[in-house]
């Protein structure tokens, strides 16, 4: 592998002083400032992640690497070789040169790798197909995985045994709240989001969210243009993330039309995040319009195949301040969907002696539910296909081919598109 060289830039790519800006102020004025590119132009990033600290970010590729970045000088460290087993979904543990990640081929085991000197710590077996998702807990050693073999495991990274055991159907997708103690798992086949309670994790959910009459509404399924049938799927749901308060749920979808934004406390839709305004004089009823990519990304659930369309992991996430959402849009923005501009949740609902929560889901009328464009379109010169924002400094990552880090562009001249090539 060739070491990254120095990359021509008006200013560093980060700055502990820039976390010090309120991200209400400077949302509006990120830009691209680094571009890591990748040696081979095939290559596919498929995962993001920042430590606890913000210093640190690591990528996974289809080229069964896994590559480190310093994010208060952007620069590339390391690069960690996973040719026998594959990599990919990769994430911190609360220690910094301590990674998890999935095996893409050989078997199906979770990986536990020091990054300091490249040795693995742990492996944890037991699932038999595919992995979907892995999620850290906001502040235990516990995490939790799930898989192609319709099961979710929670652990904890001090032993390789499974600590509990969820057998569901098609559960690819799960979250920890702020808290700790409530897991959110979505089954994107099913179109349903459960709610489990760690403390008695093998007990039923406690509250269980039927997203269908959204689907239905908002993502229509295939859409015929000029020249092909666009497969727009609702069952591509591609992230589960909770707001830093807990009062939101976002759901990532693959549709081409939008995300959704879920009270996590009633399970109703808050807003519809579309990704593009309607033209002029479209009815107020119609979907938001299908937006198209270059090149799609397989969902959690979609199997691989040689020739196909690269894994990916998520294209939207909330801003630390839970205010913001940051997406990819088409191929050339980065979308920023600002919640303030929807009302906010009246508040938990009640609970009934069976512990069920008593209110029904999708009890909010349609007229209720807002469609949220995106607040700031800025561009970008490389799709976002997966993105991640900085939990400490104010900086996000993008990624398609190539990494791309963004700051605020407080200096008014913007970043170059120009970086380092890995190898």
């Known amino acids: 592998m060739a070491l990254p060289t120095t990359t021509t830039n008006p200013r560093p790519p980060a700055h502990p002083r820039d976390a010090t800006a309120r991200l209400s102020d400077i ?38 690497m896994l590559q480190l970045y310093t994010c208060r000088d952007g ?12 990599a990919h979904l990769a994430i911190f ?5 301590s990674i998890l990640y999935a095996s893409t081929k050989v078997d199906d085991q979770i990986r536990y790798l020091s990054t300091h000197d490249n040795q693995y710590i742990r492996y944890f077996p037991g699932h038999t197909d ?31 045994n499974a600590k509990g055991k969820l057998i569901l159907h098609a559960p690819y997708l799960a979250a920890f709240d702020p808290t700790g103690t409530v897991l959110a ?13 760690l403390r008695n994790f093998t007990t039923p959910p406690f509250a269980t969210f039927e997203l269908d009459q959204w689907d239905q509404k908002y993502i229509p399924r295939d859409v015929t243009s000029s020249t092909k049938t ?20 976002l759901l990532g979808t693959a549709s081409g039309y939008g995300h959704y934004l879920l009270d996590s ?37 979609e199997r691989f195949k040689a020739g196909g369309p690269p894994l990916g992991q998520t294209d939207v996430c909330f801003t630390p301040d839970g205010r913001y ?66 939990p400490r400094f104010n900086q996000c990552a993008t990624a398609d081919r190539d990494v791309l880090f963004w700051v605020p562009d407080l200096g008014g001249g913007g970043g170059k598109d120009e970086g380092d090539e890995m190898g």
């Open 265 to 301: 406390y009633r399970g109703d839709l808050h807003a519809f995040l579309a990704f593009s305004r309607p033209p002029p004089g479209s009815s107020s009823t119609s979907p938001p319009p299908l937006v198209q990519r270059s090149r799609s990304r397989l969902a959690p659930g």
């Open 230 to 249: 666009i497969n727009t799927n609702p069952d591509r749901w591609t992230s589960i993330e909770f707001s830093n308060d807990g009062k939101w749920i």
């Open 75 to 86: 620069n590339h460290t390391k690069a960690l070789f996973s040719r026998k087993y594959g």
């Open 325 to 390: 959402i940051v997406g990819g849009v088409g191929d050339q923005s980065l979308g920023v969907w600002d919640t303030n501009q929807v009302q906010a949740a009246p508040g938990p609902p009640e609970v009934g002696q069976s512990g069920q929560i008593s209110s029904t889901n999708g009890s909010k009328p349609a007229s209720d539910v807002k469609i949220l464009y995106p607040h700031h379109e800025l561009p970008s010169p490389h799709p976002a296909a997966v993105v991640a924002f900085n």
């Open 93 to 97: 543990t609360h220690h910094s040169q």
């Open 185 to 197: 798992i979505a089954s994107p086949s099913t179109e349903s989001l459960l709610l489990y309670d």
């Open 27 to 64: 949302i509006e004025i990120y830009r691209p400032s680094r571009l890591f590119k990748n040696a081979k132009e095939t290559t596919a990033t498929t995962s993001l992640d920042y430590d606890d600290q913000g210093e640190l970010l690591v990528s996974c590729g289809d080229d069964e």
């Open 130 to 160: 595919t992995v979907t998702c892995l999620a850290m807990a906001p502040e235990s050693d516990d995490f939790v995985s799930c898989s192609l073999d319709n099961t979710i495991r929670l652990w904890d990274v001090n032993t390789p």
